[in-house]
């Protein structure tokens, strides 16, 4: 009987792609036999793995490098004792392998995450050694040396040395404790919280596979707008359990703590972070998590922000509060992510001055354990934005970047929008904050500040869909983010083959088609939403769909028309000298380049300018004429992206192609909508004709207006 089984889970691995249900769920690691022209691996390589690691992590390598080899090879890889025959694979450290050991590698630089791949002989037999100074670092190269073999690479001749450079690779989850994730667009919550700790949901174990395959190397499970109750007793106790489940994967959990949980969760009257009191009890609590949780990362805290509590309550600054929760985290050896998204409660002069305003002064304040996250750009993940100018103003403090995987502003999930691209024109920016060449990716990585602790955040879009992050293309977000996280100095076109090849398969038809795709697909979504610097139009609150026009909040802020400033005159917000002087915050370098508008480029014109509606571009057209051209090429790029989709039917199984299809479907006219809407307003404010050869909105405006969701997905609160 068991034999019959055997034999039937053999064929299930090797049956072809097209003949299972394709949807998604296997993300990138798919392990499926290769086809010739891309199996690089021969018979007298990958003929068995040597890996004596006894622990969980090394277990959990070992069974990864198993699985896959024998997936993408189509033949079972036998595990050995000994390297005793031509072409073993070894994954060990020198402490479980004499073999290795006695290979000298040079390991001394690639810490306790870092991995060496090469090609040696061992007692005069051809082998390959996957090895590294831990186990951690073994489940990394497993996963690096199965991703060679998966995009076709030859494994003969290798000699591979890798690190992470960012030390916390980490995930926000923003799922709240009921399941509903805020800005989730693929599901429920993947935390099962109401079974946990007792039903431990299968999925929970690939999950952390996913994430350690890209290096992601920590999670923080609940929403930073989530309730204090993650903190009490029997949440804790569900929380470990995850932790258990992610930790032969080298992923640790972290949490969202609400600044007023000592009130909320623990009765006392105040929250203020200089109180003994309040001190006492968050020091007991983090010595309670650590009882039950003895790897926690730490905690993550938005405070001061969109309504949460925070020290400011108290008339502290954002330094006590965060140095508060450090002093309790310090001695477990856990760490304080802070927030830089902070939102005043009064108006500000300018939105995309306030993180600067409040925590420039606050540098060298906080203790080493304390890390300021600060989202990629100054307001709130839009299409494009210029980087933030936090990253080149905290040289005394480690800044992380915090980046949206989910597309809140992007289309949600059923938009094609690649955001490596987005994250690497973000990660390249140079702040000039200790001359030139002082990349984001250089402030992010500590290496300027001389800083030890460094740390990348992705706002995950992970969910109960099939397909985890909503879309099938909404995987390679997921995983580009990992990718960079680990090397923020990667490039999106690589991490897009990569992606491409392991989930789409290496066949140069398809190859050759999805990379350019992915490529464009970030720009689109910018033409035919916010082109030329515009910014945040979209509907208010449940940020779906254009909505250029809302200018009843209340509060200046919360309404588009506060960022365009459309008028009579032209469009765009003057952040120059003569408007909010945002363009001060960043170096002179920079401050320069953005200040002028001959410098400062078409995709932060109408960021920092206000620009007459005929001033003419470097393109020859006029402002507003290159505007109406901006959002038609942004739907005829989709258009195009959807030519391409149709053309890779024969190579694509239908079950996601099908998907991808009616999902470019939505966008193109989603795409349609928002260039529609978007001209329709602008020209009640311009009275400029269309230039020739455009065609004219589907509908009058009102109609645009009108149209309500009350139902959109992902809502906050
Ligand atoms: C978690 C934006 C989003 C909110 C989010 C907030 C934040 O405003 O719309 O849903 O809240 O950013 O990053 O804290």
């Known amino acids: 009987m068991q034999k019959t089984l055997l034999a039937l889970l053999a064929l299930l691995t090797l049956l072809p792609a097209a003949a299972r249900a394709e949807d998604g769920y296997r993300l990138w690691l798919r392990y499926d036999r290769l086809a010739e022209p891309s199996r690089r691996v021969d018979a007298a390589a990958a003929t068995a793995i040597v890996a004596p690691g006894s622990g969980p992590v090394a277990q959990a390598a070992r069974a990864e490098l198993q699985r896959g080899l024998s997936g993408l090879l189509g033949r079972p890889v036998a595990m050995a004792r000994d390297v005793d025959r031509d072409g073993a694979i070894l994954l060990a450290t020198p402490r479980s392998s004499p073999a290795i050991a006695a290979l000298h590698l040079p390991l001394d630089r690639l810490g306790d995450e870092g991995y060496l791949i090469r090609t040696v002989r061992i007692g005069g037999r051809p082998a390959t050694v996957i090895a590294a100074n831990s186990d951690r670092g073994l489940l990394y190269g497993a996963f690096a040396f199965l991703r060679l073999v998966q995009t076709g690479r030859a494994i003969d001749r290798l000699d591979i040395a890798d690190a992470p450079k960012v030390k916390l690779r980490l995930l926000d989850h923003w799922d709240n404790l009921d399941r509903h994730v805020e800005r989730g667009y693929a599901g429920q919550s993947l935390w099962d919280w109401q079974k946990l700790p007792l039903w431990k949901d299968p999925r929970y174990i690939d999950y952390a596979r996913a994430d350690a395959s890209i290096g992601i190397n920590g999670a923080v499970v609940n929403n930073v707008n989530s309730k204090a109750d993650i903190l009490t007793a029997p949440w804790l106790e569900k929380v470990a359990a995850l932790a258990e489940i992610f930790r032969p994967w080298g992923v640790r959990v972290y949490l969202s703590a609400r600044f007023s949980a000592p009130i909320e969760i623990g009765g006392l009257r105040t929250a203020d972070p200089l109180d003994p009191q309040v001190r006492a009890w968050w020091k007991a609590k983090a010595d309670e998590i650590y009882r039950i949780i003895p790897d926690f990362g730490g905690f993550l805290v938005k405070a001061n922000s969109e309504g949460q509590p925070g020290p400011q309550d108290y008339k502290r600054s954002h330094a006590d509060g965060a140095n508060m929760l450090a002093d309790a985290l310090a001695p477990h050896g856990g760490v304080v992510m802070w927030r830089a998204f902070v939102y005043s409660a009064t108006g500000a002069d300018d939105r995309a001055k306030q993180a600067y305003d409040e925590f420039k002064p606050l540098d060298g304040k906080f203790r080493p354990n304390v890390i300021l996250q600060v989202k990629n750009g100054p307001l709130d993940f839009q299409p494009r934005e210029p980087f933030h100018p936090l990253f080149g103003a905290m040289p005394k403090t480690p800044v992380a970047i915090e980046v949206e995987i989910t597309k809140e502003y992007l289309g949600f999930a059923t938009h094609l929008a690649f955001l490596g691209t987005m994250w690497e024109e973000a990660l390249a ?93 970030r720009q689109a979504v910018v033409d035919y939403m916010t082109p030329l610097g515009l910014h945040h139009l979209m509907g208010t609150g449940h940020h779906y769909g254009p909505a250029p026009w809302v200018n009843d909040q209340q509060r200046p802020e919360w309404n588009p028309v506060y960022y365009h400033r459309a008028d009579a005159n032209g469009i765009g917000f003057d952040r120059t000298a003569t408007g909010s002087n945002a363009v001060a915050q960043y170096a002179p370098e920079v401050a320069r380049r953005f200040a002028d508008r001959r410098s400062v480029g078409d995709d932060y014109l109408l960021w920092f300018h206000h620009v007459k509606w005929d001033d003419r571009l470097d393109t020859g057209r006029t402002l507003w004429d290159e505007l109406v051209a901006r959002y038609t090429r942004g739907v005829e790029e989709v258009a195009g992206m959807r030519r391409t989709w149709a053309s890779l039917a024969p190579y694509v199984d239908p079950q996601r192609h099908e998907e991808v299809a009616a999902f470019l479907a939505i966008q193109a006219r989603e795409a349609s909508w928002w260039r529609d809407a978007s001209i329709a307003y602008f020209q009640s404010i311009s009275h400029r004709p269309l230039p020739a050869g455009f065609a004219p909105p589907a509908h009058p405006l009102d109609y645009y207006e009108a149209l309500k969701f009350p139902y959109a997905p992902g809502q906050g609160g």
Request: aromatic share 10%; charged share 20%; hydrophobic share 40%.
């Open 429 to 521: 920016s140079d702040t000039f904050a200790r001359g030139r060449g002082s990349t984001l990716a250089k402030v992010v990585e500590g290496a300027l500040g001389g800083h030890n602790l460094s740390a990348m955040a992705g706002v995950a879009n992970t969910g109960t869909d099939r397909n985890w992050s909503g879309s099938q293309f909404d995987q390679a977000n997921w995983y580009a983010f990992g990718r960079l996280a680990w090397d923020p100095q990667l490039s999106a076109r690589a991490i897009a083959e990569e992606w491409t090849r392991m989930t789409w398969g290496n066949d140069p038809r398809v190859v050759d088609a999805i990379v350019p795709m992915m490529m464009g697909s």
